[in-house]
């Protein structure tokens, strides 16, 4: 017999559990079955450390403002109405940590089902941050008719499951505005997500300015209205701190350095040679790192970066290095040979030197696996980001490993190719055939194609593959939006909702604390909640279904959740 899609909407509702919508999902959520109605007075109170209060302003703003109207429904049940919630008070243990590696983000919340005066406790100030943004998502419209707000009312315990949970963001290809910077951080910590990472330089161009070095963005950037000045880099990092967000810059070296060339050009190497054979993308040009100039510029550049960015670590870059580059450099060819020694060598003696100068400042590096799959011998006290290998092997190496697999987290993939004059695009019958697959079936000129969607993005496993006895751990996980095809005017759509799904997976962990395994069926409702939330928070976010779909839970699914198995 076939139900009417009401009769469908119905059983599929007695399956939803929250009362509410959370994202990322708590790690322990006891609600208790009422409600209470948000007093016209209400306030956020017990705040001391400066950022904390600044944030109860702008929360006890948007808890009055907001008026949430659920647009996946909720369980159907009659709550009880406690008295009025007048207050909210912040109890943090820790008003002065340092915000890096490692912080507690841990909090309690508890919104008594009586009303009165709900309580967060933390054990630092980020952790207070934490909690405010999940007690804004307790409150919505009572019986969804804007105006009168409630909280529903629960007794919550979290804390992340990985301490680092971050956005690359790469400004050079495309430049950034401060601004558009700015509101992705707020978007981060509103999925609480605690990393920026900068991706700020590249061969595409070179925007943030060097007080020992100002040659190389005057001449290495798009323009000097694209430069990232240091009152600029001073308001991101500050903001970003606000939010709870730590900031680290990766200066990718020795590859991705053709800007350098503009200024620098006897440090160079295969500057103005056709890209194709000698780099990952247009232009070409990697460092010469046996120059001793090269070695003095990177470690100058480096160590300006160390004092001016507060984070424990610091992103020294390592991808993508194109041996057939240093092929071409005659000084370099020669001391290879002299030495006895592959090209390779060259680069992974340069990599274990710029960790040594980095520890040597008392910060810790972070680098692409590269060099490490490649074959070379590099010192583990560097952190390693994975883009095309498994995390586990590196872990079993004692590398500590920040989780970026190109298949799952690179938001940029799938949207073509963008190479110019590429006649690959052209079908001359116009219609499939057995030998196209460019266009029919296959990439369509993006490398890494397909599209990511939230659902694959949500489908990693942070577990999967590390052994218990490994020496190294996974620290967490970033997603990637590299800037070919990306900028200011697209940023929100690329990044929202799909990062999102990285953040719960990031917070709360691939699986439950009783050990089941997170799974799209109950996600569903709360991610499709979740972005048409952020849309009202004034973000751009790319809707992941027809509304309808959100409206409607599990009516779009691929299988009939009714059908006998």
């Known amino acids: 017999m076939k139900l009417s899609l009401a009769a469908t909407a119905a059983l599929l509702l007695a399956a939803v559990e929250a009362k509410t919508h959370l994202f990322p999902i708590p790690q322990d959520v006891s609600w208790t079955g009422s409600e209470a109605a948000i007093s016209h007075d209400f306030k956020i109170t017990g705040a001391k450390n400066h950022y904390v209060q600044d944030a109860a302003k702008r929360y006890t703003q948007l808890v009055h403002k907001e008026s949430w109207v659920n647009v996946a429904p909720l369980a159907k049940e009659t709550l009880k109405t406690g008295s009025t919630l007048q207050s909210l008070n912040i109890n943090v243990k820790d008003n002065h940590v340092k915000l890096d590696t490692g912080v507690d983000e841990s909090y309690t919340l508890d919104v008594p089902s009586h009303g009165g005066k709900a309580t967060l406790n933390a054990a630092t100030w980020v952790g207070a941050l934490r909690g405010l943004e999940t007690f804004s998502q307790l409150v919505k419209a009572k019986d969804n008719q804007k105006g009168k707000n409630v909280a529903h009312t629960a007794k919550i315990t979290d804390a992340p499951t990985y301490g680092h949970r971050g956005i690359l963001l790469d400004t050079s290809r495309n430049f950034y505005p401060v601004k558009d910077i700015l509101r992705t951080i707020d978007g981060m910590a509103m999925n609480k997500m605690n990393v920026l990472h900068w991706h700020a330089t590249d061969s595409q161009s070179w925007p943030l300015y060097y007080k020992s070095h100002p040659e190389i963005s005057k001449h290495g950037a798009y323009s000097q209205d694209e430069v990232y000045n240091p009152k600029d880099v001073q308001k991101i990092i500050k903001y970003a701190e606000s939010r709870g967000v730590r900031v680290i810059l990766e200066l990718d070296m020795p590859a991705h350095t053709d800007t350098i060339s503009l200024s620098h050009p006897d440090l160079m190497a295969c500057h103005g040679l056709w890209w194709g054979p000698l780099a990952a993308e247009p232009p070409a040009g990697q460092l010469n790192v046996i120059h001793k100039g090269t070695v003095k510029l990177m470690n100058e550049l480096v160590s300006e970066a160390l004092e001016t960015f507060p984070d424990s ?127 029919y079936g296959g990439g369509g000129g993006s490398w890494c194609a397909p599209f990511k969607s939230w659902q694959r993005i949500y489908s990693w496993d942070m577990t999967y593959g590390i052994g218990k006895s490994d020496k190294g751990k996974v620290l967490g996980g970033e997603v990637a939006l590299w800037a070919e095809q990306s900028g200011p005017t697209v940023v929100d759509g690329r990044l929202w909702p799909r990062a999102g799904a990285a953040a719960e997976v990031y917070w709360s962990g691939s699986y439950d604390k009783k050990g089941n395994r997170r799974n799209l069926k109950e996600v569903q409702p709360r991610f499709g909640d979740w972005t048409w939330r952020m849309i009202g928070r004034g973000f751009q976010a790319e809707p992941p279904q027809p509304k309808f779909c959100t409206m409607h839970t599990g009516v779009c699914d691929l299988n009939d959740p009714n059908a006998s198995s």
């Open 313 to 439: 670590y610091f992103h020294a870059g390592g991808d993508e290095i194109n041996l057939k580059c240093w092929e071409n450099n005659k000084e370099m060819t020669k001391y290879a040979k002299d030495k006895g020694v592959g090209l390779g060598q060259l680069w992974y003696d340069f990599t274990n030197n710029m960790i040594a100068h980095i520890k040597k400042n008392k910060k810790k590096s972070i680098i692409w696996e590269d060099s490490i799959k490649d074959g070379g011998k590099i010192d583990t006290y560097t952190a390693v980001q994975t883009w095309l290998n498994p995390p586990g092997n590196y872990t079993s190496q004692g590398y500590d490993v920040i989780v970026t697999n190109y298949d799952y987290f690179y938001l940029d993939c799938g949207h073509g190719g963008w190479v110019g004059n590429d006649d690959r695009y052209i079908s001359p019958t116009q219609t499939e055939t057995a030998a196209d697959t460019f266009n």
